[in-house]
């Protein structure tokens, strides 16, 4: 196999060489590496080192770029996983390379975690992690960590294929973003739950291509049910921009206050945190001393994820000013106003133009208009 060496964060290892001409889809070498998925490592590895579980499974390894750097950055027990001859035998060539005693399975990732146990379990498939959540949720002990890069099944572009995959309706809004990660938590949740185990978000975040969800499991009916209490829905107006949210199994139907309209369920899907303040600040704290690529742009979404309101779904300011046909202004003064007018606001981690906000639409729509 063509190679070629890579270094990310303190790790230095082999990659299957990639076509130059191939931007789309990433991944056009014999095992699969993706550089544009380096943040994305960075941002576990850096979880992991405040975490420090008993064992870590890399369960879609391909080069094991994820299982090595955790190794060798971390310094936990590590298993690297694939069915991939070729990604296997790379894998165990760089485990070799490196000097460490991790351990390399050749195998369906299903069979290995339905036989086994591991304190964290973190899965990155091709495109949807579906087909494996089940399996994880019996095989892991503390940890889940998912990333997803089917986005537009998530997202509601394409609706027939979220909904055979994730079982739940999501629709194409203009906070798709914040919806295809609350549809994919939704999905985990439920597979998680039905184990009588809890499921609490550490660290989600919708990112450019992908979802990446960090979560910590809990035994126990009791767990289960807090987790239970937070399935529920966005309810969109048809008309126009109102939004709100239901917690519940099943949507109630419920009519828009501005325009009376009936509110079209988005779900289920997980409503509440996405995000364990106490892990973000721990994170924070580690950053500086670990050695991190896309440090900088991690230590930005730590600082903007820790700000942002618990709300499912947001406003994307920029419409609500083009509907009003006014300048959009600021999002930084849109905040300021509505916190004086005494409402809670902020921005949301993955859009420049995504504000969170308790105020009413009216007030929200005379804080944009400069009234
Ligand atoms: C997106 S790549 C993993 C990328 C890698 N984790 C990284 O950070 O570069 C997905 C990998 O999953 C492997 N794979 C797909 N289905 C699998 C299965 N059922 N069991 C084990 N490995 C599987 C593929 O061979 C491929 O190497
Ligand atoms: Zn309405």
Not at 248 to 274: D, F, H, K, R
Not at 299 to 307: D, K, M, S
Request: proline content about 6%.
């Amino acid at each position: 196999m063509d190679v070629v060496e890579v270094t990310e964060g303190r790790t230095r290892f082999f990659v299957s060489r990639q076509d130059p001409h191939l931007q789309f889809p990433p991944g056009s070498g014999q095992v699969f590496y993706n550089s544009r998925m380096e943040m994305n490592r960075d941002a576990t590895v850096l979880l992991l080192s405040v975490l420090r579980p008993e064992s870590y499974l890399d369960a879609m390894g391909a080069s094991g770029v994820r299982g090595l750097r955790v190794a060798h950055e971390v310094g936990i027990p590590v298993t690297i996983n694939d069915w991939n001859a070729k990604a296997v035998d790379l894998a165990r060539q760089n485990v070799e390379a490196l000097g460490l005693v991790a351990e390399v399975t050749h195998g369906d990732a299903n069979v290995l975690m339905s036989g086994r146990t591991f304190d964290a379990v973190d899965l990155d498939p091709f495109g949807t992690p579906a087909p494996f959540v089940d399996s994880a949720a019996r095989s892991a002990g503390n940890y889940l960590f998912v990333t997803a890069t089917d986005t537009a099944p998530l997202c509601g572009a394409h609706l027939k294929a979220g909904m055979r995959r994730y079982f739940s309706r999501p629709r194409n809004t203009e906070y798709h973003a914040e919806v295809g990660l609350r549809t994919l938590m939704g999905f985990v949740v439920r597979e998680v739950i039905k184990y009588d185990r809890g499921v609490e978000p550490l660290f989600c975040y919708a990112h450019e291509h992908f979802h990446r969800l960090h979560l910590r499991l809990r035994y126990g009916a009791a767990a289960a049910d807090r987790a239970l209490a937070r399935i529920g829905y966005v309810m969109q107006c048809p008309n126009c921009l109102y939004r709100s949210e239901q917690t519940g199994m099943l949507p109630e139907p419920e009519e828009c206050p501005l325009c009376s309209a009936a509110l079209v369920p988005v779900g289920p899907l997980w409503t509440g945190g996405i995000n364990d303040d106490a892990t973000l600040a721990a994170m924070q704290e580690a950053l500086p001393s670990v050695t991190a690529g896309t440090g900088a742009r991690i230590g930005r979404l730590l600082a903007t994820c820790r700000q942002e309101l618990d709300t499912s779904s947001h406003y994307d300011y920029h419409v609500i000013a083009k509907r009003l046909r006014v300048s959009p202004g600021r999002i930084e003064t849109v905040i300021e106003r509505l916190v004086a007018l005494g409402y809670r606001a902020s921005r949301a981690h993955y859009s420049g133009t995504a504000l969170k906000t308790d105020a009413p639409l009216p007030v929200l729509e005379k804080v944009v208009s400069g009234g």
